[in-house]
């Protein structure tokens, strides 16, 4: 079993920028209605457009309410400070800085620009 983590997004190119430029995802396959899948290593995120959804899907949040409450993304990075610096380098807003977690992972966290909430982690530093 592998994971795909599909994320529907209100600007499909904003979220693009974010996910290659500051977090160094690869485009795997672009589709015209505005799919977007992108890995790095073997971690796949796939970008859709939230206005493809049914108004009723579950996805949509209440008015002033985040996407994806209730849900932390981990990303398991070779280098957490290697990608820390990167993200600090794209002046890019953390929500906590590189902190060594009392079960002994090193790790991060930030908010996408729809935020979602990313914990980017690593065991070894």
């Known amino acids: 079993m592998k994971l795909q983590l599909e994320l529907f997004v209100e600007d499909v190119e904003r979220s693009l920028a974010f996910y290659t430029g500051v977090l160094g995802f690869e485009v795997l396959k672009r ?23 049914d108004p009723t899907h579950p996805i949509h949040s209440r008015p002033g309410e ?40 090193w790790d991060f966290r930030i908010l996408d620009p729809d935020g979602y909430y990313l914990r980017i982690s690593s065991q070894d530093e």
């Open 31 to 53: 589709k015209e209605d505005g799919y977007i899948a992108l890995a790095q290593g073997e971690a796949v995120i796939a970008l859709n457009r939230r206005s493809t959804l």
């Open 66 to 105: 985040p996407l994806g409450r209730g849900v932390e993304i981990a990303l398991m990075v070779e280098d957490v400070r290697a990608t820390y610096d990167r993200v600090a380098a794209r002046d890019w807003p953390r929500s906590t800085e590189l902190t060594l977690q009392p079960w002994g992972a």
